[in-house]
């Protein structure tokens, strides 16, 4: 029996039977959301690259494909998947679409979303769609791919995903100044205003550090106008990657918020560590687990964004932020859609 059928066997069945299924590849962000719920159907059995075509920067492979296999492939051919996703060990590039996680580049390459071309879905019918292409002239459905990304496998098991990949960067460096969170903001948006090939940004404790991405010229003139303390390459490297993979101390005990702002809004003031990425758009805060949930959601709604509980505290507060009540409807009807059943990772965006 291939995987597919055994897919469509074991989905058909836990609708029959109104059975929860946990749809789980490495398991390697199982801690990310609310409780986990239901029989695991491991995807890692659909595995492999379907097809990779260098020159016209598009990689199709099956849900249970590793990362790391991906990624290697792609560094054969100087070309890499820009937004950065982290690369826990064991992850698949099913978990990466669903999980929806990126990294620094993000904020000038681009999120998860927007390099999803096309998706095979097998909905709570066991039913196989097909949504946009394998080619980016292909935007027919585009969508409906985008919204798999960061649905945490509530919406269906994606069986297949195309992805844009892109050149990488022929040359990289990283600068450090010292300055205040303030400061750092101030300096951050003043700079996204301006031809400089930044691809990342980060500010902890008093430092503010930045890679710059591109053509050498470009790269060299711009650390000349920045000026700045330059980083070693593989100082450089290490300190990226492990923001990139969740390495950084900062993500290591109590509670972490990752809080979503416009990056233009000032520093918010809360009781705890903060650190900085994406131009000031996003901003993780590492709290005590008893810290008020309620009170950082007020605040950081306040200027403009939301706020998730994104590692350890209580989860009974509610992972994500509350939804609007006219979007719950628009969430509620998409699953009534895909999975009538409703057995697909029962509860992991939210608890009802």
């Given amino acids: 029996m291939t995987a597919i059928a055994d897919f469509a066997d074991r989905i058909r069945a836990a609708s029959a039977a109104g059975t929860p299924l946990r749809l789980r590849g490495g398991g390697t962000k199982d801690w990310y959301g609310q409780a986990l719920h239901g029989e695991v159907l491991d995807t890692r059995a659909y595995s492999g690259v379907i097809s990779y075509e260098p020159t016209e920067l598009v990689v199709t492979a099956r849900c249970g494909t590793p990362l790391a296999e ?64 394998q080619v980016m002239k292909n935007v027919a459905g585009y969508d409906v791919s985008r919204l798999l990304a960061g649905s945490l496998g509530t919406l269906g098991l994606i069986l297949e995903v195309s992805l844009k990949v892109l050149p990488a960067p022929l040359r990289e460096a990283s600068l450090r100044f010292e300055m205040s969170e303030i400061d750092a903001l101030t300096r951050l948006n003043e700079w996204a205003g301006q031809p400089l090939p930044i691809s990342a940004s980060s500010w902890h404790r008093g430092v503010l550090s930045l890679r710059l991405s591109g053509a050498q010229a470009a790269v060299q003139a711009a650390q000349r106008r920045l000026g700045g303390e330059a980083l070693a390459d593989t100082d450089a490297g290490a300190f990226w990657a492990a923001l990139r993979d969740q390495m950084h101390g900062h993500f290591g005990g109590g509670a972490v918020w990752r809080m979503s702002l416009p990056s233009h809004a000032s520093a918010i003031i809360l009781h705890g560590e903060q650190l900085i990425e994406w131009g000031g758009a996003q901003r993780w805060l590492k709290v005590d687990d008893a810290a008020d949930a309620h009170g950082i959601r007020r605040t950081v709604a306040a200027s403009g964004g939301h706020a998730t509980l994104f590692r350890g505290g209580d989860k009974r507060v509610g992972v994500f932020h509350p939804l609007a009540p006219a979007v719950a409807q628009i969430h509620q009807r998409l699953r009534q859609s895909f999975d009538p059943a409703g057995i697909f990772n029962p509860g992991r965006m939210y608890a009802d």
Wanted: a neutral charge; zero cysteines.
């Fill in 70 to 133: 991906i990624e290697a492939l792609l560094a054969q051919h100087h070309q890499m998947l820009a937004f950065e996703p982290p690369r826990f060990e064991g992850a698949t590039i099913g978990g990466v679409v669903a999980s929806a996680l990126s990294g620094p580049r993000r904020a000038s390459a681009g999120a998860v979303r927007d390099f999803v071309l096309g998706a095979v879905l097998m909905d709570g019918r066991g039913e196989v769609l097909r949504f946009g292409g």
